[in-house]
Every structure is written in structure tokens, then in C-alpha cells.
């Protein structure tokens, strides 16, 4: 274990949209702030929908030990040494069936390898709607690896995967939710691209795999106390926020996410998680 001894609480962020807007990185200010809550005696853990390369992009300027969760939580990291914690992956009957269903709607899956195969995910691009090509080049362009083309997933050689994600439509996510035998054997949930809100994300992770089950085994196998502050602006970070003690929601969260926060913080853009998280520590007084 390697928290530090003094321990005054959890934090516990989303990235997109809550600590930042921009991939290029965090803003100086953020990053001096949050290596000054470390210093103090929080740990503090980042819990994001995107992958490892990504998420690292963004918090290359942190000079401190931190926690990562990505894809949702179904790989937990400890940082900057990469070490492994947790993995919780979608059984490939899942993608298969998820594969048949989508024969109902326009939009097609996008199948993320993990962690440890290096990021890249794979993909049937005959299946995906043409206005969306141009969408899904440009993410080619951003990932880590190579994508890789099938034109059926069962040729994946992986029996095991950290998230699958569709990019599209509310309405059809839900139509294909609906006719889904396996819910129960899943995490699903819809927001919006936090990089175009044109379009919407899928994710779909194992039930065990969400930021906040990645938040409990963090607390559970550190055995880190309370107070638990948590801070997102989508509906990903929703059961985490409902986990937290003290809830931080950004001014462009949806209302529903609005509705659970006991601080709403200024837009990213702004640095609002700075003032977010003043007024948090403030409650703690």
C-alpha cells in the first residue's frame, strides 16, 4: 500500500467535462491544485469513461501518485508505476449477442481490447452509418493503436473485453436496451460525446465494472476512510455521486445529475473543479 499515512479523505473525479475540456491536458492551475489536496492527505482517484492512452494525455502533469480507473471502471490502475489492481471484462457472449441486436438499429459497436492489448479496439466499418465515417476516422487518428476490421466479431481472438461503445442516437441505445436478453449481466448507460455533443455514447461494461464499484474496491482494498467527495457531469458518474458524501456536479451536467448535487461547480473551461472542490473542503470544516 502506498496512500499516505496522513489521510483525510477520497476524491474521486471524472475527467471529460469535470477536471477538464481538453485533451491536450490539465490546466496548470488544476494540476498545482489537486498535487496541493495530495499534499494535504486526500487520495485521489480519476475514474473515466475513455482509455488508458487517453486518459493519460490528459494527467501527464501530475507529479504525484494518483488512482485510474478507465473504460469505466473495468480496469483499476495505480500511477505512475501502471500497476494493475483490478480488471472486471464483458464475456464475449455479450459482445455476440449485443452484435445480433444491433442488426435492429443504424448504429454499430466499437469493441475496446484493454489496458493490456494496448488500447486499440475493433471495429466493422461496412456496419456504421456514412455521416458517422468521418466521426470514427478522426478517432482512429487519436487512439493508440492500429483499429482492427472484421466484418463479424466472433472473429475476435479475445474471449474478454474491458467496454464495448456505440456512438449515435439516444433513442436507438435504448430500442437496443430494450430487446437485450443479457441486462442483467450488464452496466449500460447513455450520455452525451463529451467531445461533440452532436452524438451520444453507448457504454457497456460488465455489471461489476462502473466507477462506482471502481471507487468501493479502492476504499475497501486501501481501507480509506471517509469523507467521500466525488465530482462528474454525466450520468455515468451518477451512482458514484450517490456513493459520495459530498457531491459536486458541473453547470452543464444534466438536470437529473443536477438534482443530486449538494455543490454545482462552474464549467471545466473555467477550471470550476478548482471552486468545486473549495467549496467541498469548506463543508468539511
Request: proline share 4%; hydrophobic share 40%.
Given at each position: ?65 494518483f488512482y485510474l480507473g478507465v473504460q469505466n471502471g473495468a480496469d483499476l490502475l495505480a500511477m505512475p ?110 450520455i452525451k460525446d463529451p467531445l461533440n455533443q452532436k452524438y451520444d455514447y453507448l457504454l457497456v461494461t ?10 468501493e474496491y479502492f476504499m475497501q482494498t486501501y481501507d480509506l476512510s471517509r469523507p467521500l467527495i466525488v ?55
Open positions: 500500500m502506498r496512500v499516505q499515512k496522513k489521510h483525510l479523505g477520497v476524491i474521486g473525479l471524472d475527467i471529460d467535462g469535470t477536471i477538464t475540456d481538453d485533451r491536450r491536458g490539465l490546466a496548470d492551475e488544476v494540476a498545482l491544485f489537486l498535487e496541493e489536496l495530495h499534499r494535504r492527505g486526500f487520495a485521489i482517484i480519476f475514474i473515466t469513461g475513455r482509455e488508458f492512452v487517453y486518459a493519460m494525455e490528459v494527467l501527464s502533469k501530475l507529479a504525484f501518485p508505476e501502471k500497476r494493475l489492481l483490478k480488471s472486471v471484462y464483458l464475456d464475449k457472449s455479450i459482445l455476440l449477442e449485443l452484435e445480433r441486436q444491433c442488426e435492429k438499429i443504424a448504429e454499430d459497436l466499437l469493441v475496446y481490447a484493454g489496458f493490456e492489448k494496448g488500447d486499440f479496439c475493433y471495429y466493422r466499418p461496412d456496419k456504421h452509418p456514412q455521416e458517422l465515417l468521418p466521426y470514427l476516422q478522426a478517432m482512429q487518428k487519436r487512439s493508440a493503436g492500429t483499429w482492427h476490421a472484421v466484418q463479424h466479431f466472433c472473429e475476435c481472438p479475445q474471449k474478454v473485453f474491458p467496454l464495448i461503445k456505440a456512438i449515435g442516437k439516444e433513442a436507438s441505445f435504448l430500442k437496443l436496451y430494450e430487446h437485450f436478453p443479457l441486462q442483467h449481466l450488464v452496466e449500460y448507460v447513455v460488465d455489471r461489476k465494472a462502473s466507477k462506482k464499484h471502481a471507487l465530482a462528474g457531469d454525466d450520468l455515468n458518474d451518477k451512482a458514484s455521486l450517490e456513493y459520495a458524501d459530498i457531491r459536486i456536479v458541473m453547470e452543464n451536467a444534466p438536470s437529473s445529475l443536477k438534482n443530486l448535487a449538494d455543490i454545482i461547480a462552474p464549467l471545466s473551461i473555467h477550471q470550476g473543479i478548482i471552486t468545486g472542490l473549495k467549496q467541498a473542503l469548506d463543508k468539511l470544516i
